[in-house]
């Protein structure tokens, strides 16, 4: 059977929830061998093992924490280099986007990226995206080289496979480009113990009617009664009423939860883009006319001031 | 010496408007207005700024795109950028990521550069992944997705947040950068810019000045085909209360009722 390399994203071995609903994914194209960097690299077997890794190669080396992205590469490309795969898979990070980009250069392929779902196809993995502000979907492949293809958040289901999930040290030579620019500072995010924005199953934000930064906490609350991340608007970003890092839209993050509950948000183009292909949309504001009504399963027309506070201690009440 | 910095934009159709795909499975840009992506302003910002600073600069604006791309060249003009370069071929109808990020290093190798800036991504295709591929075929560092960047003495700095942790990132030009809208609000043209962008030079350049032949790029040369697309039903239209008083609560015997409490 032919083998799919994953990238894995990790935190010091600890795997993140995406790459495991990458092997999900890699499982229905072949045999997923996982590719681990960096610091703890080895300490991320037992769980890709348990989600079908038959193989995880790792290599740690300093350059991948000192150096932006190449080293990154230059890594991937000796996995693919070695395996031969029939595809390679990457979270659609950021990052994640820009290494599968590189590496699809490097290999004369082609690259899709923010992939929502993959299947196995006649002439390769066919992969689902949402564009346009997810106003469409199309399906796409790739038609020269080996498919690269990066999958977003939420995209599947984490469903256990147990495989053997040997570790196999990877032989990395650093391209000289690798050092070519250097990370100087890192200032970790400050943990706020709330479930991550992309990988939520539930999703509670607020926009411009949340009117101040004080007000959030309004919001946070509705979010931690019910396990929720946190999300804003662009514009209660703008505003400096909440971090970037939590926006939700085209120039933030884009969430496809169970659940997503918008606050005092009118629904603007940009702000749907992120959010649009949510299970179920729950909306409070006081605009009857509010775009972001269009899309809801279920909607308040009232002032978020009341109605959150009362959800929230609804939610609390029925928890018991 | 004069610090080269040449500006990627990108012409796109207007995201407020009725977006949609060709018959060929290329986006259509005829039936919707386009206009220069909002994301790459802030470029054109950033690389107005750095000009300021620096001593002495050239800014040229360089996109790839059909006739009505003009359009995006002269907005950055207008904005205060000194010269642009058009390049214009019937045969780039439908290139992908990897053939655009072709056209534009052969452009910029042309043009000679010190510094590319980008934009995060356009508005439309929304990949990101043009400035990467530009550091990787111009053999250049990539100091990617900045909320801030400066440069001094042939080097550039800026702050990247990511996910995980803000990074300080540096390098040494020559070198490609991209901004987020995060970067700083970008300048509205001033009716002076407007009217000094009227005299300002657009080259056009087509494949053969950049010695590219046709099945390089295009629908032929690449590397990816979309099979299907596809208009996402609309959401069938949900139930909408009033709060009078209960609004609350009632949202959460939706809720409960849903099972997610």
């Given amino acids: 059977m032919a083998e799919v390399l994953v990238y894995v994203d990790h935190v010091d071995g600890a795997v993140r929830k995406p790459t495991l609903e990458l092997l ?17 690299a080895e ?14 190669l790792t290599h740690d080396a300093s350059e991948y924490a000192d150096y932006l992205v190449v080293p990154k590469v230059d890594a991937l490309q000796a996995a693919y280099e070695q395996v031969s795969p029939a595809a390679v898979l990457v979270p659609s990070s950021a990052e994640g986007k820009e290494i599968a980009a590189r590496l699809a250069l490097r290999i004369g392929s082609g690259i899709i990226t923010d992939a929502v779902d993959l299947e196995a196809g006649d002439s390769g993995p066919v992969a689902t995206q949402s ?4 106003s469409f979907t199309t399906k796409s492949r790739i038609a020269k080289g080996t498919p690269v293809i990066t999958v977003k958040p939420n995209s599947a289901a984490v469903e256990p496979a147990a495989a053997a ?17 250097k990370v100087t500072g890192r200032t970790p995010r400050e943990s706020t113990g709330r479930p991550e924005l992309t990988e939520a199953a539930i999703v509670v934000s607020g926009g411009r009617g949340v009117s101040s930064a004080e007000n959030f906490s309004i919001i946070e609350a509705l979010a931690d009664s019910l396990g929720a991340a946190v999300g804003a608007s662009r514009a209660a970003v703008d505003a400096g009423w909440y971090p970037h890092s939590n926006q939700v839209g085209q120039t933030g993050k884009s969430v496809s939860p169970q659940l997503y509950i918008a606050s005092g948000i009118s629904g603007a183009i940009q702000h749907r883009a ?23 399963d279920y909607g ?11 959800l929230t201690e609804e939610v609390e009440a029925r928890k018991g | 010496m004069s610090l080269r910095i040449v500006v990627t934009v990108k012409y796109v159709p207007d995201a407020t408007g009725d977006r949609h795909f060709a018959d060929d499975l290329t986006v259509d840009r005829d039936d919707v207005d386009g206009l220069l992506s909002e994301l790459d302003e802030y470029a054109v910002e950033q690389a107005l700024q750095i000009a300021e600073d620096a001593d002495d600069a050239e800014i040229t604006v360089l996109t790839v795109g059909p006739e009505d791309a003009k359009d ?3 907005k950055a003009l207008s904005m205060g950028a000194d010269k642009a370069i058009h390049v214009e071929d019937d045969d780039l109808h439908g290139t992908d990521a990897i053939g655009t990020s072709l056209v534009l290093a052969k452009a910029i190798e042309k043009a000679g550069f010190d510094l590319v800036i980008s934009g995060m991504a356009s508005t439309d295709g929304t990949m990101g992944v043009v400035p990467a591929l530009l550091s990787e075929r111009l053999g250049v560092p990539q100091v990617t997705l900045l909320s801030e960047v400066s440069v001094e003495d042939g080097t550039v700095k800026g702050r990247r947040d990511g996910d995980a942790a803000s990074e300080q990132l540096e390098a040494s030009l020559p070198a490609v950068v991209s901004v987020t809208d995060q970067s700083g609000e970008a300048r509205y043209p001033s009716f002076k810019g407007i009217m000094a962008a009227k005299k300002k030079p657009v080259e056009s350049w087509d494949l053969s000045d950049l010695d590219l032949e046709a099945e390089q790029v295009g629908l032929d040369g690449a590397h990816t ?6 208009e996402r039903p609309a959401r069938t239209a949900g139930t909408i209360v009033k709060d009078e008083g209960e609004g609350g609560k009632q949202l959460a015997e939706f809720l409960a009722g849903q099972k997610f409490i």
């Avoid at chain 1, 564009?131 to 997810?134: D, E, G, I, T």
């Avoid at chain 1, 649009?276 to 809801?296: M, R």
């Avoid at chain 1, 308040?300 to 009362?310: A, R, T």
């Fill in chain 1, 300 to 310: 308040v027309v009232g002032d978020l001031f009341d109605v959150v506070p009362q």
């Fill in chain 1, 165 to 181: 999930g040997a570790v196999e040290a990877l032989a990395v030579s650093f391209s000289d480009k690798a050092t070519g620019t």
């Fill in chain 1, 24 to 40: 999900t994914l890699a499982r229905r194209i072949g045999e997923p061998v996982a590719v681990a960097l960096g610091s703890g």
């Fill in chain 1, 43 to 56: 300490n991320t077997a037992a769980a890709l093992a348990e989600h079908g890794a038959v193989k995880v």
């Fill in chain 1, 131 to 134: 564009v346009f502000a997810a």
């Fill in chain 2, 72 to 74: 995006a060249l002269r």
């Fill in chain 1, 274 to 296: 992120g959010m649009q292909t949510s299970k179920t949309i729950v909306a409070i504001n006081k605009d009857a006319e509010a775009p972001i009504f269009d899309l809801v």
């Fill in chain 2, 225 to 230: 085909v979309v099979d299907s697309a596809a």
